[in-house]
């Protein structure tokens, strides 16, 4: 039976890295494409990243009850489409979100059988430094992304498994350990 497998962490834990080394080995997952308010970073392509629409438009969306999870994050909203994931798990294939601890809470209270995977760094300091290290924010938005550590962490709790990012092989390795047991079940 395919899955759906959600994982999250704090931003700067270096997620995306793992999760395109995991699908690269990986050929049962299919990643879905969250749609965003926000604006495209450099190199982020429409429709492979993110689906990057006005606020408006994604309103819209939340109202006619096309999302299977949504949030707003540091100002933006970010969210799920029902459709994908339904038609994805229909055609056989397991479906792997990369979303925030609250939609991931969302979902798993809508489908139990969810799996939930956090990604967490070795250490703060090292999340600090990573987030510096992209050189894509302000230094308040570093700040604001910090100050919601915490309370990703607590969410953290209602999550199947957590991995350390210490590495990026040693958080992949997991990660397939983690999909190889749950998909004999």
């Not at 006619?64 to 056989?92: Q, R």
């Not at 987030?131 to 962490?153: D, F, H, M, P």
Request: hydrophobic share 30%.
């Amino acid at each position: 039976m395919n899955k759906l497998f959600v994982i999250s962490g704090s931003s700067g834990v270096g997620k995306g890295t793992v999760i395109k080394k995991l699908l690269q080995s990986n050929n049962s997952i299919k990643l879905s494409v969250s749609t965003t308010t926000r604006k495209p970073r450099d190199g982020e392509i429409h429709g492979e990243h993110y689906f990057f629409v006005e606020k408006e438009d994604f309103l819209k969306s939340v109202d006619n009850d096309e999302f299977i999870e949504w949030a707003e994050f540091s100002g933006n909203c970010y969210g799920t489409k029902k459709e994908f994931v339904e038609n994805t798990l229909k055609n056989g294939q397991n479906v792997l979100l990369e979303i925030d601890t609250q939609g991931a809470l969302q979902i798993k209270e809508k489908l139990p059988e969810t799996v939930l995977i956090f990604i967490a760094p070795p250490s703060i300091e090292e999340l600090k430094k990573r987030l510096i290290g992209r050189g894509t924010e302000t230094e308040e938005a570093i700040k604001k992304r910090l100050s919601c550590v915490e309370n990703e962490q607590k969410n953290s709790k209602y999550y199947d498994y957590t991995v350390i990012n210490d590495t990026v092989e040693n958080a992949v390795l997991k990660l397939e350990e983690i999909f190889d047991k749950e998909n004999q079940n």
